[in-house]
């Protein structure tokens, strides 16, 4: 059975920092690529980040330069690291997979950036 299981959200004031973290079972990070979505209040689901087997990663433009998505295969585990926070970040986060035609998404951390 494949859960994600997400982490380190909580309130930061504007310009500060969050590291969120997504620990995987039943289903190995590096097989396919890795996504970091988020979603505020009355929106859609935006893609924030990925990382593909290869260790490349892509941003929104709404985060370059300020957020970093990572991964550790040791321990099975992706990062996003969030610096500079601004108001507008203000969502629930989630990480996700797809693999073998199934979508996978853990449950969501929620992330508060307070003006």
């Known amino acids: 059975q494949v859960q994600l299981v997400e982490s380190g959200g909580g309130l930061v004031q504007a310009g500060g920092s969050l590291r969120l973290s997504c620990a995987a079972s039943?289903?190995?990070?590096?097989?396919?690529?890795t996504y970091w979505y988020r979603q505020a209040p009355g929106e859609q689901r935006e893609l924030v980040a990925a990382?593909?087997?290869?260790?490349?990663?892509d941003y929104a433009d709404s985060v370059k330069g300020r957020f970093t998505m990572s991964r550790d295969n040791a321990k099975n585990t992706v990062y996003l690291q969030m610096n500079s926070l601004k108001p507008e970040d203000t969502a629930v986060y989630y990480c996700?997979?797809?693999?073998?035609?199934?979508?996978?998404w853990g449950q969501g951390t929620q992330v508060t950036v307070s003006s």
């Open positions: 990382i593909t087997t290869g260790g490349s990663t």
């Open positions: 996700a997979k797809t693999y073998r035609g199934v979508n996978y």
């Open positions: 039943g289903i190995i990070f590096s097989i396919s690529t």
